[in-house]
């Protein structure tokens, strides 16, 4: 593999590890959706983020918004979109579908409109949109990578120090609160990590494939197993084994590499379905034989 290609690999490795982590608890808690919603008000960020970045350009500033503040502006989107869904679910009214549901579309819409509008005035076509849908990993650069390993390794770092608390709840939100587990602080976390990994795998696979690197991982692991442990190792195991297989993949049959990555792990995925299927029957019949 070419020595420019590794930034992209190895951004991809670092993302597939904390996607794969965070992948365990939004199946368990089924939080896919609210996944989705918040990969699509990442599109609205990076349209907020161009918007600045123009804004800057045009008063003689700078020469742009640098990268890594076009990260945070992102990230903030996504985080305020995020505890807004969690918010207002919370307070009733309305279903979390629906919130989750007005929140995508609203943010889809904002982006699109204030993408178009940054690159009128710069006289471009600006990113393509495939690139920002579906990422551009091959583009990478090391920059690149050092961000997606510190914020990587942050979010596993605070799921390790508050992993008792937030499993707790994970496992039964109704109990905790009376074990001194505040269900509000443990929602607030999940939603800012979820943010981070988010934002951050945008890189990766964009903005319409980013829910399914949290997705499949996990949802493969549990068909495999119901022990934690297991099931978050499992995830990990699939979450980099899908990388670097649609990696492969993609440099064999020259697809891009963020529907590469998430048709191996949806295949991954069907494997691990199948083999469940079949170990469930087996057991049927043998417990009937018995």
């Known amino acids: 593999m070419r020595a420019i290609f590794l930034p992209g690999v190895l951004t991809g490795v670092a993302i597939a590890i904390v996607c794969s982590c965070l992948s365990v608890l939004v199946v368990l808690k089924r939080l896919s959706f609210i996944g989705q919603g918040v990969s699509h008000a990442a599109f609205g960020g990076m349209g907020v983020a161009a918007v600045i970045d123009l804004a800057i350009v045009n008063m003689g500033i700078a020469s742009g918004l640098p990268a890594l503040g076009q990260l945070g502006v992102v990230l903030l989107f996504c985080l305020v979109?995020?505890?807004?869904?969690?918010?207002?679910?919370?307070?009733?009214?309305?279903?979390?579908?629906?919130?989750?549901?007005?929140v995508l579309v609203a943010s889809m819409t904002l982006g699109a409109l204030l993408l178009h509008v940054s690159f009128?005035?710069?006289?471009?076509?600006?990113?393509?949109?495939?690139?920002?849908?579906?990422?551009?990993?091959?583009?990478?650069?090391?920059?690149?990578?050092?961000?997606?390993?510190?914020?990587?390794?942050?979010?596993?770092?605070?799921?390790?120090?508050?992993?008792r608390p937030?499993?707790?709840?994970?496992?039964?939100?109704?109990?905790?609160p009376a074990f001194g587990v505040s269900d509000r602080a443990m929602k607030v976390t999940l939603m800012v990590l979820l943010c981070l990994a988010i934002v951050t795998s945008m890189k990766l696979a964009g903005v319409v494939l980013a829910t399914a690197i949290l997705v499949l991982p996990g949802a493969t692991a549990l068909r495999l197993s119901d022990r934690f442990n297991?099931?978050?190792?499992?995830?990990?195991?699939?979450?980099?084994?899908?990388?670097l297989g649609g990696l492969v993949?993609?440099?064999?049959?020259?697809?891009?590499?963020?529907?590469?990555?998430?048709?191996?792990?949806?295949?991954?995925?069907?494997?691990a379905r199948a083999f469940n299927v079949i170990s469930g029957v087996r057991r049927r019949r043998m417990v009937s034989a018995a």
């Open 81 to 102: 979109a995020a505890l807004a869904i969690a918010g207002l679910s919370d307070r009733g009214g309305e279903s979390a579908d629906t919130i989750i549901g007005i």
């Open 120 to 163: 009128q005035h710069r006289g471009t076509g600006g990113p393509s949109w495939e690139s920002i849908l579906f990422g551009s990993l091959m583009g990478l650069a090391w920059h690149d990578t050092l961000i997606a390993g510190v914020v990587s390794l942050g979010v596993v770092a605070t799921l390790w120090a508050v992993r």
């Open 249 to 271: 993949m993609s440099f064999e049959m020259d697809w891009p590499p963020g529907p590469g990555i998430v048709a191996m792990q949806t295949m991954i995925y069907a494997v």
């Open 230 to 243: 297991v099931v978050l190792t499992i995830s990990v195991l699939v979450g980099v084994l899908g990388v």
């Open 166 to 176: 937030l499993l707790f709840w994970a496992f039964d939100e109704q109990a905790a």
